[in-house]
């Protein structure tokens, strides 16, 4: 078992940031890849980022605004959100998975943690 804990989340401006963090225990972490998705309201959950190793990938609504990185050695995986948009409101959660593949399918990953709110105010 792995369980995930998120935090970071809040209440900020149009074009301000937030880091999101995701404390992993219960098994070694290095293996895992690492995901990060979010559920809007009235929205499906959808892949924003996720991480094996060093290699990293992000959904295009993203991409050069989100930066996601891992410390194996404080088993925490990070979301550094920029510039950020009224629709990045949303329920943010991490994820973690052994299997490889495309790591933007939440099928894909074993253990989610609760859930961090980040709503962004025009």
């Known amino acids: 078992q792995v369980q995930l804990v998120e935090s970071g989340g809040g209440l900020v401006q149009a074009g301000g940031s937030l880091r999101l963090s995701c404390a992993a225990s219960g098994r070694a972490f290095s293996p895992y890849a690492m995901g990060w998705f979010r559920q809007g309201p009235g929205k499906e959950r959808e892949f924003v980022a996720a991480?094996?190793?060093?290699?990293?990938y992000y959904a295009d609504s993203v991409k050069g605004r989100f930066t996601i990185s891992r410390d194996n050695a404080k088993n925490t995986v990070y979301l550094q959100m920029n510039s950020l948009k009224p629709e990045d409101t949303a329920v943010y959660y991490c994820?973690?998975?052994?299997?490889?593949?495309?790591?933007?399918?939440?099928?894909?990953?074993?253990?989610w943690g609760q859930g961090t709110q980040v709503t962004v105010s025009s």
């Open positions: 991480i094996r190793w060093s290699i990293t």
């Open positions: 994820a973690a998975t052994r299997l490889y593949g495309d790591y933007s399918d939440y099928q894909k990953y074993d253990y």
